[in-house]
Structure formats: C-alpha cells, structure tokens
C-alpha cells in the first residue's frame, strides 16, 4: 500500500516506523515546510492518506484528499466542530473517510468499557461520574479527544449529566474533565464514579505510541478501496 502521511511530526514518524516495517511504502512525507504535496498530482499518487497534524490543519488536509480522490485516515484531534461538515462533504463527492479520536485497540475496548459501566451506572445516583487525562506538554487541545468521546459516551447515558466541562470544580449536572499535561505521558485517561461508600475507577494508560500508530496503519489498510464514512468499530468490529 502506497502512504501519503500528512503530518510528520511524533505521530507520522511512528506511523512510518510500522507501516514501513508491515511492508507499506510512504510516498510522501508531508509537513509545514512541504505543503505543495498536498497538491493533487502528488496526493493522487497514494493509495490511502493519514494525516495527524493540528487542529487548525486537518480539515483542509481532508478537502484536499477528497479533492485527490484518495480515501484519508485522520487521527487529529480539536477540530471536531468541523466534523459534520466533512462527512456531508464526503459523501457529496462519494470519497473514503475515517476518524478516530484515537486508534489503539485498547482504547477502542475501553470505549466499549465505559459505555456498559455508564449504562450500568445511570440508575446508581449515589455515585458522580468524574474524568482525568494526562498527556505530555507538547498537546495542543484540551480536553484529549480521546476524552471528549469518552464524555460523549457517559453523556448518552447518564441522565444526572449534562454536559462535559474541562474543569475540576462545576455544579451536579456537568461532568468534570481534568486535563494535566506531564511529561512524557503519550496519554491516560481515568473515569471514576464516586460514593460515599466506595469509587470504582476505570484506567487506560498508553505506555507510548505504538498503539495508536499500529491502529492508524491497520485503518489505512482496511479503508483502502472502500468509500463511505467509517469508525474504528467498523475496522476492529466491535
Ligand atoms: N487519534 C489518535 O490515536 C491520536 C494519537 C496521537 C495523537 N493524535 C493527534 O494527532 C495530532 C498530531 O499529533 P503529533 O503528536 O504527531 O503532533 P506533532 O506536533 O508532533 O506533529 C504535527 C505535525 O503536523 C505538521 N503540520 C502542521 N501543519 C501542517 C499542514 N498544514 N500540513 C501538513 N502538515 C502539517 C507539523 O509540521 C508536524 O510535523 C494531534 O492533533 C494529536 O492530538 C491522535
Ligand atoms: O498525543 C496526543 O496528542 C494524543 N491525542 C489523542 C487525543 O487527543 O485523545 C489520543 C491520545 C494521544
């Protein structure tokens, strides 16, 4: 498979690192100071594109794949206002689409986690759902996207809630996330529900960025030939 990464920061060198070691090549390796290959001769030369890039970057990135003909993988986080708008796009101009606010396995399972345990919980108003994530400094968004999906999922279910706030102290109804930024933390994220009489805490910690660059790879490879708007549940079946 044929690799255009738009974005070759942390996350498009890990990518790279595992996709060339799975036998895929990178035909285009894709940052600030390469923005002409983001033109359509160049693009249209891959079979997939994955961008991880920045939340101010990603949504042309996506037009410019679709404009390309190339079906796109995207990892990039706080840009999700604009995500209606892409998948509106993509199927007007019959295209391939795939995001995920993250790609590893562990944390697609931990999705799956938290909904059974919110939907457990929703009818046990003695306990009050909170959140935590730690990422490294160099993170641009906060919250984690990772943890907006996770609020989303709690938000669904729990009907005491409503509404997710990036702070610690809030009134009943908002779900509290606190965002630290702690080095090297490739990302962890913490949903507790407390009681007076016990907490139970659930946890996922990403030990570097394999996982969410193996995930990424395994996307590409399955989004490859298809068309239409795709998740990591279609990809992993869950
Ligand atoms: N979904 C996931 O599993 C997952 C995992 C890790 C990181 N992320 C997200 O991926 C994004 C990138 O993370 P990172 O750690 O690699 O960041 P980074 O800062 O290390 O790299 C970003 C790269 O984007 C490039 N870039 C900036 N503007 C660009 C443009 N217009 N066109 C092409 N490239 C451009 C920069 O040159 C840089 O190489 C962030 O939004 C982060 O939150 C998602
Ligand atoms: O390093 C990052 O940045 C990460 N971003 C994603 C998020 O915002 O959830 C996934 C975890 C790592």
């Given amino acids: 498979m044929k690799i255009a990464l738009i974005g070759y920061g942390k996350m498009g060198k890990a990518i790279e690192a595992i996709a060339t070691a799975k036998g895929h090549e990178i035909i285009h390796r894709i940052d600030v100071n390469s923005p002409h290959l983001l033109e359509k001769e160049h693009l249209q030369q891959a079979d997939v594109a994955i961008e991880f890039t920045t939340p101010e970057t990603a949504y042309d990135n996506i037009l410019k794949c679709f404009e390309a003909n190339v079906p796109v993988v995207c990892g990039t986080t706080g840009w999700l206002d604009k995500l209606p708008d892409i998948k509106a796009r993509c199927l007007e101009k019959h295209q391939a689409f795939l995001y995920a606010s993250n790609f590893s396995i562990g944390v697609n399972i931990f999705f ?13 108003t003695q306990y009050d759902v909170r959140m935590e994530e730690i990422h490294h400094t160099q993170k641009k968004d906060a919250p984690s996207g990772t943890a907006i999906t996770l609020a989303e999922q709690i938000l669904e279910r729990q009907y005491k809630k ?77």
């Fill in 112 to 124: 799956e986690i938290n909904k059974r345990l919110a939907e457990l919980m929703a009818s046990q």
């Fill in 162 to 238: 409503t509404r997710w706030v990036n702070k610690e102290r809030c009134k009943p109804e908002e779900l509290s996330i606190v965002s630290k930024r702690i080095d090297p933390a490739p990302g962890t994220h913490i949903v507790t529900y407390a009681s007076d009489i016990d907490d139970i805490t659930i946890t996922h910690t990403a030990h570097s960025r394999e996982g969410f660059a193996a995930g990424a790879v395994v996307a590409a490879a399955w989004l490859n030939g298809k068309k239409g708007i795709f998740t990591m549940k279609d990809v992993l079946n869950l």
